[in-house]
C-alpha cells in the first residue's frame, strides 16, 4: 500500500485568457494563480449578486403567498378560471348576444369577459363550474348584468337543457380550503397552458 498521496487531477483555469490546466493544491481551487483570480473576481461578483438577488426574489416570493388571504387566494383562482374560459371560447361569439371577435379582440382580449351564468353571489358554489362560465362581451356582462335571458336562451343551445337545468338545481354548499383553492388554480393555469400549446 502506498503512503504518497494521490496527485489531484489537473483542472483548467477559469480564467478565460489564461484556460491553461493545473494541478489544484487545495479543494475547489479554480484558478492556476492569485494573478488569474484577481483577473476573474469581477465576474464571481457579478454571479454572486445576481444569486443572492435570486435567493432575495424566493424570500419576497414565500413571505407574499403567506400573507395573502383565502380572499386573494379566491381571486387568483378565479383569474385562472377565467383566463381558461376566454381562451376555450375564443372563436366563439358573447353566449348573450352573439356578437363575433374580430382579430383585434383575439389579440388583445379587451373586449371580452368570463362571464357567470349563476353569479358568484348568487351561488358561490358554481363558481369555478365550467359549464357555468362563457366568454362574454363587456356590453353584456358588465352593462347589462349579465343578460340573463339571452344567456339562458343561447346556454341551451350551446350545452343542452339537461346541463342548463342542472346548473338551475339546488348544490351543497361549498366552503373550499385554501389547499383547495390553490390546486384549482394550478389546474386551469396547466389547462390554459395546453390550449396555447395547441393553438400554437
Not at 376566454?86 to 353566449?95: F, S, T, V
Not at 373586449?111 to 357555468?132: I, K, M, Q, T
Not at 383547495?180 to 390554459?192: G, P, S, V
Request: charged share 30%; aromatic share 4%; proline share 6%.
Amino acid at each position: 500500500m502506498s503512503l504518497t498521496a494521490k496527485k489531484p487531477r489537473p483542472k483548467k483555469c477559469k480564467n478565460p485568457a489564461c484556460g491553461i490546466s493545473f494541478p489544484p493544491q487545495r479543494l475547489g481551487q479554480a484558478v492556476c494563480s492569485p494573478k488569474c483570480g484577481l483577473a476573474i473576481k469581477d465576474v464571481n461578483q457579478a454571479k454572486a449578486r445576481k444569486s443572492l438577488a435570486q435567493v432575495e426574489r424566493r424570500d419576497i416570493k414565500v413571505r407574499k403567498e403567506r400573507l395573502k388571504s383565502r380572499a386573494d387566494h379566491l381571486r387568483e383562482a378565479q383569474a385562472a378560471v377565467n383566463e381558461f374560459v376566454r381562451l376555450r371560447d375564443a372563436h366563439l361569439p358573447c353566449i348573450s348576444c352573439d356578437s363575433l371577435p374580430n382579430d383585434h379582440d383575439l389579440i388583445t382580449g379587451s373586449r371580452w369577459d368570463a362571464g357567470h351564468y349563476r353569479s358568484v353571489g348568487a351561488c358561490p358554489e358554481l363558481r369555478f363550474e365550467p359549464l357555468n362560465i362563457h366568454r362574454q362581451c363587456v356590453k353584456c356582462n358588465r352593462n347589462l348584468s349579465g343578460n340573463a335571458v339571452e344567456y339562458r336562451i343561447r346556454l341551451v343551445l350551446r350545452i343542452g337543457a339537461d346541463k342548463v337545468a342542472w346548473l338551475e338545481g339546488l348544490h351543497p354548499a361549498c366552503k373550499y380550503t385554501v389547499e383547495e383553492i390553490k390546486a384549482i388554480k394550478a389546474e386551469y393555469r396547466a389547462k390554459t397552458r395546453e390550449l396555447k400549446r395547441a393553438a400554437a
